[in-house]
């Protein structure tokens, strides 16, 4: 609670949880794939999202994204490039 307060307010506005519900799918698709280990960075994201929205910290917010969004990244290139991607 020390570390999370209520700042940057356009990132937990009403429009904004759109496009963090939109991210949140993303990293939950990336989620079901049956790749070993590729799920645990972009449920990080989620988890840290979350936590911004929660307690409306839009700098939490901010950082769950781009969580999320290297997770995402990471699983893509495993499916596209397969093995050597590792």
Do not use: Q, W
Request: charged share 10%.
């Amino acid at each position: 609670e020390m570390l999370m307060h209520a700042r940057m307010p356009a990132f937990t506005s009403s429009a904004s949880e759109k496009i963090i519900g939109i991210v949140m799918f993303a990293c939950a698709l990336s989620i079901l794939l049956p790749i070993p280990l590729s799920n645990i960075v972009p449920s990080y994201g989620i988890l840290i999202m979350g936590l911004g929205l929660v307690s409306r910290d839009g700098l939490v917010v901010l950082i769950g994204k781009l969580v999320g969004f290297f997770g995402c990244l990471c699983t893509l290139l495993i499916v596209i490039f397969g093995e050597k991607a590792v």
